[in-house]
Nanobody, 123 residues
Framework: QLVESGGGLVQAGGSLRLSCAAS????????VGWFCQAPGKDRGFVSA????????YHAVSVKGRFTIARDNAKIKEYLQMNTLKPEDTAVYYC??????????????????WGQGTQVTVSS
């Protein structure tokens, strides 16, 4: 129901734009967000955006570098990743919540998940 794209290999300081396409009914619910998981680590919060798109929240580690956006008409969400660092290397997952979860940062607050897309940042 959620499919990510846009991952790849980039040098430190570069940019990538991740996209997430959702089937109607999954996406037109409420909060959508992005999480990432590096090898040997738990899946962690990156960014979230409200249904209206007016409210966003970012993890401290990406604030000022990443931007989250959504296009409800196209049923898509995006993560613009700038000034990438080697420590950003991870599999990135888009997620959607069936109800307002207050821009939640916990995995359990989201109901739908994509399969993930790999982002690798070389030094």
């Amino acid at each position: 129901q959620l499919v990510e794209s846009g991952g790849g290999l980039v040098q430190a300081g570069g940019s990538l734009r991740l996209s997430c396409a959702a089937s109607e009914g999954t996406f037109s619910t409420h909060t959508v967000g992005w999480f990432c998981q590096a090898p040997g680590k738990d899946r962690g919060f990156v960014s979230a955006i409200s249904l209206s798109g007016m409210n966003t929240y970012h993890a401290v580690s990406v604030k000022g570098r990443f931007t989250i956006a959504r296009d409800n008409a196209k049923i898509k969400e995006y993560l613009q990743m700038n000034t990438l660092k080697p420590e950003d290397t991870a599999v990135y997952y888009c997620a959607a919540a069936a109800k307002n979860n207050g821009l939640g940062v916990l995995v359990d607050l989201y109901d739908y998940w994509g399969q993930g897309t790999q982002v690798t940042v070389s030094s």
